[in-house]
């Protein structure tokens, strides 16, 4: 079983900086894929960014090239590096992993429990 646990969270100005953590259990992580997700509230969830099994990345146009996803498999964890925030960036980040993230229903995936991003103008 997998456990995702996210940090990295907090209040920050637009144009700031900051950098979340995903650590999951397990030796499993360097096999499966990882990915971050945001939830506004009254929006849906929208993937933010994903590194598959073969180190493959994706991300979504209103994030590219402000926003990189890394992971260390020494350590079990991954990252979201986030430049030149936005107001609009604003949500509850979760950590999401599975076997086959992207191809499989979201509904499927092992969850992390979120961690609150906010910007202010």
């Known amino acids: 079983q997998v456990r995702l646990v996210e940090s990295g969270g907090g209040l920050v100005q637009a144009g700031g900086s900051l950098r979340l953590s995903c650590a999951a259990s397990?030796?499993?992580?360097?096999?499966?894929?990882m990915g971050w997700y945001r939830q506004a509230p009254g929006k849906q969830r929208e993937l933010v960014a994903a590194?598959?099994?073969?180190?493959?990345?994706n991300y979504s146009d209103s994030v590219k090239g402000r926003f990189t996803i890394s992971r260390d498999n020494a350590k079990n964890t991954v990252y979201l590096q986030m430049n030149s925030l936005k107001p609009e960036d604003t949500a509850v980040y979760y950590c999401?992993?599975?076997?086959?993230?992207?191809?499989?229903?979201?509904?499927?995936?092992?969850w992390g429990q979120g961690t609150q991003v906010t910007v202010s103008s």
């Open positions: 999401a992993a599975d076997p086959l993230l992207l191809v499989r229903p979201a509904e499927l995936y092992y």
């Open positions: 590194i598959t099994r073969g180190t493959s990345t």
């Open positions: 397990g030796s499993i992580f360097s096999i499966i894929g």
